[in-house]
């Protein structure tokens, strides 16, 4: 191997800390598939993948009990745990320990729920528990071209019509309409909060959990970014009541919700959490 193609290898390999894989169903098998073949050709590499199932027989436990090349499965855990609680603990401590937690990334399920929004609402209850945090519905329904709300508030939202495949990495291309992919959630969020401005609601945000792709079908999203999100709850409602747009998102999916805090009680106190 040349010095030119050993640069051009050690630049595009991602190095993670813990990668958590969101259920060990249908989806994360794939999704624990897909990383050790991308580990193995050294487009990859982590301390563990933690694959958090509330089930400790899920499919993931059994493809690796069944595995005949234990290597291949090396770093792999099964966390046998209800998500919420999972991630309660697990970014308390990312909290407490940002820079252990800093190459940390989670790979999310398409059938999940909206995780990241409730870790951080259940924070800013802690924080402040004399006020009403709630999730409310949107307002106006956003512009794209497939939408359902669902009665919880959250509103999932589409830029696809047609089924996607699991494996699709939203290229620049889209391989089903054949043309450019001339869209983005996140582009379609932070459009939406202006538009909403416009309108004269004082919606904040948007926080955007913004899964990418990063290798072999793999799409993700920092673990940093959901503790960014936390201190950007803390900071806009600190002293006043706020309405903030949060949404888990690829470019052509997602869910998008209203995190509400209520307006300060002048004898709470802030707990700091």
């Known amino acids: 191997m040349s010095g030119i193609d050993a640069g051009r290898r050690e630049r595009t390999l991602l190095q993670f800390g813990?990668?958590?894989?969101?259920?060990?169903?249908?989806?994360?098998?794939?999704?624990?598939?897909?990383?050790?073949?991308?580990?193995?050709?050294k487009a990859v590499?982590?301390?563990?993948?933690?694959?958090?199932?509330r089930d400790a027989?899920?499919?993931?436990?059994?493809?690796?009990?069944?595995?005949?090349d234990v290597a291949e499965w090396q770093g792999v855990q099964v966390v046998a745990q209800e998500w919420e609680a999972f991630f309660r603990d697990y970014f308390a401590h990312a909290a407490a320990n940002p820079e252990q937690s800093r190459l940390d990334a989670i790979v999310p399920s398409p059938l999940m729920p909206h995780l990241m929004l409730e870790w951080v609402k259940d924070r800013a209850r802690t924080r402040w528990p004399a006020r009403e945090i709630e999730s409310r519905p949107l307002a106006r329904a956003p512009k794209v071209p497939?939408?359902?709300?669902?009665?919880?508030?959250?509103?999932?939202?589409?830029?696809?019509e047609w089924m996607c495949p699991i494996n699709c990495i939203e290229p620049a291309r889209c391989?089903?309409?054949?043309g450019?992919?001339?869209?983005?959630l996140p582009d379609s969020a932070r459009e939406y909060v202006e538009e909403e401005r416009l309108h004269g609601r004082a919606l904040a945000g948007p926080v955007i959990f913004h899964c990418t792709h990063r290798a072999y079908g793999?799409?993700?999203?920092?673990?940093?970014?959901?503790?960014?999100?936390?201190?950007f709850v803390r900071t806009v409602a600190e002293r006043h009541a706020v309405e903030i747009l949060v949404g888990t998102m690829s470019h052509c999916h997602g869910?998008?919700?209203?995190?509400?805090?209520?307006?300060?009680?002048p004898g709470s106190v802030d707990r700091g959490a």
Request: aromatic residues 12%; charged residues 20%; contains cysteine.
């Open 218 to 231: 793999v799409g993700m999203f920092d673990t940093w970014r959901v503790l960014e999100a936390d201190d």
């Open 45 to 53: 590499t982590w301390s563990r993948v933690l694959v958090v199932d």
């Open 146 to 160: 497939w939408q359902r709300a669902a009665p919880n508030g959250s509103h999932f939202v589409s830029f696809a």
């Open 18 to 41: 813990s990668i958590i894989v969101v259920g060990g169903g249908c989806y994360g098998s794939y999704y624990v598939r897909q990383l050790t073949r991308a580990r193995r050709a």
């Open 255 to 265: 869910v998008f919700e209203v995190l509400a805090v209520g307006g300060a009680d």
């Open 57 to 68: 027989s899920c499919r993931v436990a059994a493809e690796c009990a069944a595995a005949r």
């Open 175 to 178: 391989p089903h309409t054949k």
């Open 180 to 184: 450019p992919r001339t869209w983005s």
